[in-house]
């Protein structure tokens, strides 16, 4: 998510990226007593799936970058629970009808930023049944400075990201009729991609 464009919250951004929006298009209303009589059978709608980066992004606002060997004063720094495929994965449970399910696939190191991420996911309603805690890895990090004009400055430790493999997507298999949404998600900043199940990348598994 491009974070001109978005404020930051107490956690994860503010908005719904077009591929959620997309995927949500794709689902057919829930037929409901009150549409069609009480004897209509409610059909289930598939769980989302998103595949996608965990990070813990650390902004600090300064009035300008820092050059070559500078030190500047910045702001009170913010711990702000991100990544591509945890805004994602929020923005569609936010958006989403109530009983929707909403999956992610990612990977998170075993520290006190792993655990934050986990508690925060769950919060926004995000099932983590397969976001895998990582030995040996620390969680994904993006450091981020925003100057007074806006302009942003950012690395990204990916951390336990990199660890992300097709078997962790194997292991989502048991998602039936799921609808997953790779696009930025994997493509961007997830190293599974390389080597996607053919059920995966053709949409539906």
Same mark, same amino acid.
């Not at 998103?50 to 060997?69: E, F, K, Q, T, Y």
């Not at 958006?95 to 990977?107: F, I, K, N, Y």
């Not at 983590?128 to 040996?136: A, F, N, Q, R, S």
């Given at each position: !998510?491009? #974070?001109?464009?978005?404020?930051?919250? &107490?956690? +994860?951004?503010?908005?719904?990226?077009?591929?959620?929006?997309? !995927?949500?298009?794709? +689902?057919?209303?829930?037929?409901?007593?009150?549409?069609?009589?009480?004897?209509?059978?409610? =059909?289930?709608?598939?769980?989302?799936?998103?595949?996608?980066?965990?990070? !813990?992004? /650390?902004?600090?606002?300064?009035?300008? =970058?820092?050059?070559?060997?500078?030190?500047? &004063?910045?702001?009170?720094? /913010?711990?702000?629970?991100?990544?591509?495929?945890?805004?994602?994965?929020?923005?569609?449970?936010?958006?989403?009808?109530?009983?929707?399910e909403?999956?992610?696939?990612?990977?998170?190191?075993?520290?006190?930023?792993?655990?934050?991420?986990?508690?925060?996911?769950?919060?926004?309603?995000?099932?983590?049944?397969?976001?895998?805690? *990582?030995?040996?890895?620390? *969680?994904?990090?993006? *450091?981020? /400075?925003?100057?007074?004009?806006?302009?942003n400055?950012?690395?990204?430790?990916?951390?336990?990201? &990199?660890?992300?493999?097709?078997?962790?997507?194997?292991a989502?298999?048991?998602?039936?009729?799921?609808?997953?949404?790779?696009?930025?998600?994997?493509?961007?900043?997830?190293?599974?991609?390389?080597?996607?199940?053919? #059920?995966?990348?053709?949409?539906?598994?």
């Amino acid at each position: !998510m491009d #974070r001109n464009q978005l404020e930051p919250t &107490a956690s +994860f951004y503010v908005g719904t990226p077009q591929p959620v929006k997309q !995927m949500l298009s794709d +689902f057919s209303p829930i037929p409901t007593p009150a549409q069609g009589g009480r004897n209509k059978i409610i =059909m289930a709608r598939k769980p989302i799936v998103v595949i996608g980066s965990i990070n !813990m992004d /650390l902004v600090c606002r300064c009035a300008h =970058m820092p050059r070559p060997g500078e030190t500047v &004063a910045g702001q009170d720094l /913010l711990t702000i629970p991100g990544g591509k495929g945890a805004n994602q994965a929020v923005a569609a449970a936010k958006v989403g009808a109530a009983g929707d399910e909403v999956h992610l696939v990612g990977r998170v190191g075993a520290d006190d930023f792993g655990q934050r991420m986990l508690v925060a996911l769950r919060e926004h309603g995000v099932r983590t049944d397969h976001v895998t805690l *990582t030995e040996g890895s620390s *969680t994904g990090c993006a *450091t981020i /400075l925003v100057d007074k004009a806006g302009e942003n400055s950012i690395v990204v430790s990916p951390g336990a990201n &990199a660890k992300v493999s097709p078997d962790d997507v194997d292991a989502a298999a048991d998602l039936s009729g799921c609808h997953p949404a790779t696009g930025n998600s994997v493509g961007d900043r997830c190293p599974c991609d390389r080597a996607l199940p053919p #059920r995966w990348s053709e949409g539906h598994p």
